[in-house]
């Protein structure tokens, strides 16, 4: 009797969620964005920004919809994302752009204690260099989104922060570019990031991370360095694992010393000791799953997935800034210890 009373208490509370979640997105979009527009002025928002960027005419993109509903079918293969995502073209791209900004990176990378490989690997992966920084208007992807109702609440306050931007005059209208989720610019910013990490270097008085490299290079790196990333030492590498292995030991999520890595058989690719200095803590990453490459992966590794929480992702912009030269140096340690054998 107990449970069916449950189950049914279980069910109707269904039945009043789904409810809900309809009626969020059964309002007509004119009423909606009427009432919108009475919060944008609420929030803060002066009155020209908001009928400029939220005009009357204004409506949901339907291939926004579509991109937000549609669930991949599992991950792509990671070997063959990494061959795309650090292609021979892209490190040689990133290579010269490192020597075209070197004086811009030199200070950056001063200022902020953030390595500048790494800074140009985010770059290079983000938006291939600023080429590729998405086509929407980050106005309207976002009321798409936010009208949506799926996840309404998130993207309604993405929207009002994309117009406390606009109303600050960091960006017009017509260059407010991004992708169809709204990140925007050369480093792929949600608003919210924008308001917390993006930076004026050029001290021209705005936050341009769509036009002025200065501006993207400061941001990123403030971004990292805020998130508690340490120059000079590694993300990680490559590790040959013992076919004995205890899978539960692997993930980001468990960490351990690199001796004790070393006592359980992990080595470097050619069989060497991985090189450490200290009790120093790593974990082990394998994101194309048993028997692909696997990765000892170091703290700066976790403050890359703050910014995208995908190894995939983290592992990549790692092989790249490598590729551009980054240093492989892990902090000194007093006293200096050796791998036992």
């Given at each position: 009797?107990?449970?069916?009373?449950?189950?049914?208490?279980?069910?109707?509370?269904?039945?009043?969620?789904?409810?809900?979640?309809?009626?969020?997105?059964?309002?007509?979009?004119?009423?909606?964005?009427?009432?919108?527009?009475?919060?944008?002025?609420?929030?803060?928002?002066?009155?020209?920004?908001?009928?400029?960027?939220?005009?009357?005419?204004?409506?949901?993109?339907?291939?926004?919809?579509?991109?937000?509903?549609?669930?991949?079918?599992?991950?792509?293969?990671?070997?063959?994302?990494?061959?795309?995502?650090?292609?021979?073209?892209?490190?040689?791209?990133?290579?010269?752009?490192?020597?075209?900004?070197?004086?811009?990176?030199?200070?950056?990378?001063?200022?902020?204690?953030?390595?500048?490989?790494?800074?140009?690997?985010?770059?290079?992966?983000?938006?291939?260099?600023?080429?590729?920084?998405?086509?929407?208007?980050?106005?309207?992807a976002l009321a798409t989104l936010a009208y949506d109702g799926r996840r309404g609440l998130y993207f309604r306050d993405e929207l009002f922060k994309a117009l406390k931007i606009l109303d600050e005059g960091h960006i017009r209208l017509s260059q407010m570019k991004g992708s169809w989720a709204g990140a925007m610019g050369?480093s792929q910013f949600m608003p919210s990031s924008f308001f917390k990490f993006a930076v004026d270097y050029d001290k021209d008085g705005r936050r341009d991370i769509w036009r002025s490299e200065a501006d993207v290079f400061a941001s990123t790196a403030n971004y990292l360095a805020l998130c508690g990333w340490k120059k000079?030492?590694?993300?990680?590498?490559?590790?040959?694992?013992?076919?004995?292995?205890?899978?539960?030991?692997?993930?980001?999520?468990?960490?351990?010393?690199?001796?004790?890595?070393?006592?359980?058989?992990?080595?470097?690719?050619?069989?060497?000791?991985?090189?450490?200095?200290?009790?120093?803590?790593?974990?082990?990453?394998?994101?194309?799953?048993?028997?692909?490459?696997?990765?000892?992966?170091?703290?700066?590794?976790?403050?890359?997935?703050?910014?995208?929480?995908?190894?995939?992702?983290?592992?990549?912009?790692?092989?790249?800034?490598?590729?551009?030269?980054?240093?492989?140096?892990?902090?000194?340690?007093?006293?200096?210890?050796?791998?036992?054998?």
């Open positions: 009797m107990k449970s069916r009373i449950l189950i049914s208490i279980i069910l109707s509370f269904f039945v009043l969620s789904v409810g809900h979640a309809a009626s969020a997105t059964s309002q007509d979009f004119k009423s909606w964005l009427k009432t919108l527009k009475v919060d944008a002025e609420n929030y803060g928002i002066s009155k020209p920004v908001i009928n400029r960027a939220l005009p009357d005419t204004l409506n949901p993109i339907p291939r926004i919809l579509e991109l937000d509903r549609t669930q991949p079918e599992g991950s792509p293969d990671f070997e063959r994302y990494i061959k795309s995502a650090v292609s021979p073209q892209r490190i040689e791209k990133g290579r010269e752009k490192i020597l075209a900004y070197r004086r811009l990176l030199n200070d950056v990378e001063n200022a902020y204690n953030v390595d500048r490989q790494v800074i140009v690997a985010l770059w290079g992966i983000e938006t291939m260099y600023g080429k590729n920084t998405g086509g929407y208007d980050v106005v309207n050369q000079g030492v590694p993300w990680g590498r490559k590790v040959r694992l013992p076919a004995s292995i205890d899978r539960q030991l692997l993930g980001i999520n468990n960490t351990y010393t690199l001796q004790s890595w070393h006592d359980k058989g992990v080595r470097l690719p050619n069989g060497a000791a991985v090189p450490f200095q200290g009790e120093y803590q790593a974990s082990i990453v394998q994101p194309g799953g048993p028997g692909t490459q696997a990765y000892i992966v170091y703290d700066n590794y976790r403050v890359i997935m703050q910014w995208n929480k995908s190894t995939y992702f983290a592992t990549a912009v790692g092989l790249l800034a490598d590729s551009l030269n980054i240093s492989r140096t892990l902090p000194a340690a007093a006293p200096r210890k050796g791998l036992k054998s």
